[in-house]
């Protein structure tokens, strides 16, 4: 994640690709300006010796919000100037040939890191869940995923818990000034995810 356009395309990618990695790239779709401008996206690498890729996609969360019905008219044009980030995920499915092509899934995503907007980071990880569900029910039978990500999220946030548990508890709801989140019995999914940290180091991350 954060993954600086012009460095990855100039620096990491030449010296990657000569040890053997293939690649997916996506940039974030608003543009950041500090002293000069710079693109920054999320990235997705794989050994091409073992893995080729069958399907890729990106998710853009504005273009999500400017789409859904949830947000259409006059009236509702502050919930999706709040919802504009520009944030991204990128998706892909590899086939191991060492596993007789066994499909695999891998969700990258960078989810906003606006300290005043956990309803817009709950927003964009339900929003992925529910593009990635989908994309996992498509599959035939069941697709083992690993989703990675900058979730800008400690242990105890809404964000936290919808990945790991599948729900959320109505305590657990950030303020939602704009009302854009939807009720709490519609943030929801059944993929079966986990946090690596404690099976790893014993521990989880204090923040992620």
Known sequence: QEVQSDHFYSSLLPALEALGFGYLYAPKTREIFTD??????CAILYRKSRFSVVDS????????????ARYQGARNTKQRNRLSKG??????LLE?????GRPLGIVNTHITADVDA??????QAMCMLEVVQGWSNSQNGVLPIIMCGDFNSTPESAVYELLTTGRLSPSSIPDDPYGILPPVSQMHHSLPLRSIYP?????EATYT
């Open 199 to 203: 099976a790893v180091v014993n521990s």
């Open 57 to 68: 996609f990106t998710i853009e969360f504005d273009a999500h919000a400017k789409d859904s």
């Open 36 to 41: 000069k401008y710079c693109e920054e996206g």
């Open 118 to 123: 956990g309803d817009v980071k709950l927003w």
């Open 96 to 100: 191991d040939s060492r596993c007789g």
């Open 87 to 92: 944030n991204v995920a990128l998706a892909c």
